[in-house]
Structure formats: C-alpha cells, structure tokens
C-alpha cells in the first residue's frame, strides 16, 4: 500500500495541556486514518499507488482533486505529528535554523508573530507553514490540504488550522492554540532535520 498510518512518535497524553488525549486519540486515530484509507483507495484507482506519498501529491495537484486531498493531509500529518513533542518550542533553536530565520526572517520574534498571523488568517481549513524556497526561508499559509511542495517549495514546519486540530481544546479561540503550538510543542530538533534536507 502506498500510505501508511504511522504510529505517534509520543505517548497520548505527552502533549498535554496544550494538546489533549481526546484531541490526538480524534485527529491521528480518525482523520489521519481516514487519509490513509481513502487516499490508498484513489491511488490504486489512479495507478499511482507505487508513487512515493510527495510524488503522489505533486502529480495529483490540479489533475485529481479527491486523491490530491487525501495524500496532501496524510503527506502533511506525517510530519505534523514530528513536529511536535513534549516540552518543545520556545526560543532555544539549534544555531543554524536560528541563523536562518535571522537572515532570512528577521529573527525568532518577527518569525513568531508572522507564522502565528499566517495560521489566523488562513480562512476556513488549512495550514500555516515554514518553508525553504529558492534557499530562503518564507511563511506562507495554504488551504485545506495543500502543501508548499505544490509551489516549488520543501516545508519545514508546518501546522494544521483546521477545527478538528484545536475545537476540542481551544473551541474558536485559533490564536491562542497557535501561539501554545508555537510556545511549548515545536520539535526543533525535526524543523533542523527537514530544513537541512532541504538545504542540500
């Protein structure tokens, strides 16, 4: 099968209280499930199901919309669930990924306030993202399930806007579960791991 769901990388309640149980049980357990499932349907059905998950969403990007959907968000939540982990975010970014967002950003505050902006202002369902395009990094925010792969770009974080991602612990309150996911859950570590493969 062409996608897999993959285990979370911590336990159920390792992200608490800035992400529940409940949250993680829904949104890996059902949604991403349910990506799997229908995405490896619509790839066998396209012919496609022995495509890599990113060769998969860059052929079906404007050619078939429900297969494009389904490998799109499984493509992004493996990686969202990566990056993220108990005790994370903040301030202390490996030095290279800090020298980055210096040059490229404008700094840690600046980079914080604009990604937090670009996931409130992401009407309806979607993502915000940190990507490397052309060598530099850029904020950009994309709907549903689209990713920065389908506009020449290798995201490095990313995170997931859309209701079922915050409604149970934060119902409508999107900046506030944007600046906890900044604040306390980034994995750096991963960011650093993405943005190096990026950068070769």
Do not use: C
């Not at 059905?45 to 799109?72: D, H, R």
């Amino acid at each position: 099968m062409a996608f897999e769901l993959p285990n979370l990388p911590y336990d159920y309640d390792a992200l608490a209280p800035y992400m529940s149980r409940e949250t993680l049980e829904y949104h890996h357990d059902k949604h991403h499930l349910a990506y799997v499932t229908n995405g490896n349907k619509l790839a066998e059905e396209a012919g496609l199901s022995n495509l890599s998950v990113e060769e998969i969403v860059k052929k079906s990007y404007g050619t078939n919309q429900p297969l494009f959907n389904n490998a799109g968000q499984h493509y992004n939540h493996i990686h969202f669930w990566k990056w993220m982990k108990k005790g994370g975010g903040g301030t202390s970014l490996p030095g290279k990924l800090d020298a980055a967002i210096k040059s490229d950003l404008g700094g840690y505050d600046k980079f914080r306030a604009d990604f937090i902006a670009a996931g409130t202002a992401q009407f309806g369902s979607g993502w915000a993202w940190l990507s490397v395009k052309n060598g530099k990094l850029e904020i950009s925010k994309t709907p549903n399930g689209e990713n920065p792969l389908v506009h020449g770009a290798s995201p490095i974080l990313g995170v997931d806007v859309w209701e079922h991602s915050y409604y149970i612990d934060y119902r409508n309150a999107r900046p506030k579960y944007l600046e906890a996911f900044v604040d306390n859950l980034i994995n750096w570590d991963y960011v650093l791991e993405m943005y190096e493969a990026a950068a070769k």
